[in-house]
């Protein structure tokens, strides 16, 4: 899989990453990490800026604590803290179902698009084919 195609994304550009392309880099997946980890090379250099929202951080540490590996989620949640965190309020649930409806996308994926939107992103960062439909932002995946 080759890497993401970061032609055009400025220095200092936030970008709102969804939970798979996390995933992927912080447990080393050697299919799709490759794919993303140039974008958190940007990051790590202080390029760009990530934003996460409050449901991403939620579906990053099931994992961890799903197998009850406890520190390890309390080091996946500093990572993301140390981030631009996004809350879900009622702006952010209102696009996100305007989104639902015209474009007919999943409501966490909705979510997402509607938090990037609400805080001016530059980009989103997935790896869902979902987002393809979306004109609105410019989607990393």
Request: charged share 20%; proline share 5%.
């Amino acid at each position: 899989m080759e890497p993401l195609d970061l032609t055009g994304l400025a220095t200092g550009a936030l970008v709102l990453v969804d939970s798979a392309p996390i995933v992927y880099c912080l447990e080393a997946n050697p299919r799709f990490a490759p794919r993303f980890q140039p974008l958190f090379d940007r990051q790590a250099a202080g390029e760009i800026v990530f934003a996460v929202t409050t449901l991403t951080i939620a579906e990053v540490l099931t994992g961890p604590l799903v197998a009850g590996r406890e520190e390890l989620a309390r080091r996946y949640r500093a990572v993301m803290e140390s981030w631009q965190v996004i809350a879900l309020d009622t702006d952010i649930a209102e696009t996100a179902a305007r989104f639902r409806a015209s474009l007919r996308l999943k409501l966490p994926d909705a979510i997402q698009l509607a938090s990037a939107i609400n805080v001016n992103a530059d980009a989103l960062a997935t790896h869902d084919r979902d987002f393809s439909r979306v004109m609105a932002l410019r989607i990393l995946a």
